[in-house]
Nanobody
Framework: QVQLVESGGGLVQAGGSLRLSCAAS????????MGWFRQALGKEREFVAR????????VYADSVKGRFTISRDNAKNTVYLQMNSLKPEDTAVYYC???????????WGQGTQVTVSA
């Protein structure tokens, strides 16, 4: 069992930056592929980024490539999402996930709101 708690969301102007954090419980954190998803109001949840257990492999959605960076610290049981050059279309609830496989995951956090103003 893995419990995930996100933090770091908020309101930022277009062009600004935010860093999301996801703290995970459980001793098996380092075994999981971790990821971030987001869901905008009225839209389906979409994949943002994922990172391998070692941190050596990352995958990004085309919409965030070059602007967002996912990383993890297995010693701290934490995964991060650094978001730069934010756009209004990045506005969404961002969810941390563990055990990511494609568009699904075994465990989900409660989500954190990110709002980007024009």
């Amino acid at each position: 069992q893995v419990q995930l708690v996100e933090s770091g969301g908020g309101l930022v102007q277009a062009g600004g930056s935010l860093r999301l954090s996801c703290a995970a419980s459980g001793r098996t954190f380092s075994r999981y592929i971790m990821g971030w998803f987001r869901q905008a109001l009225g839209k389906e949840r979409e994949f943002v980024a994922r990172i391998s257990w070692s941190g050596g492999g990352t995958v990004y959605a085309d919409s965030v490539k070059g602007r967002f960076t996912i990383s993890r610290d297995n010693a701290k049981n934490t995964v991060y999402l650094q978001m730069n050059s934010l756009k209004p279309e990045d506005t969404a609830v961002y969810y941390c996930a563990a055990g990511v496989v494609g568009q699904s995951a075994a465990y989900w956090g409660q989500g954190t709101q990110v709002t980007v103003s024009a």
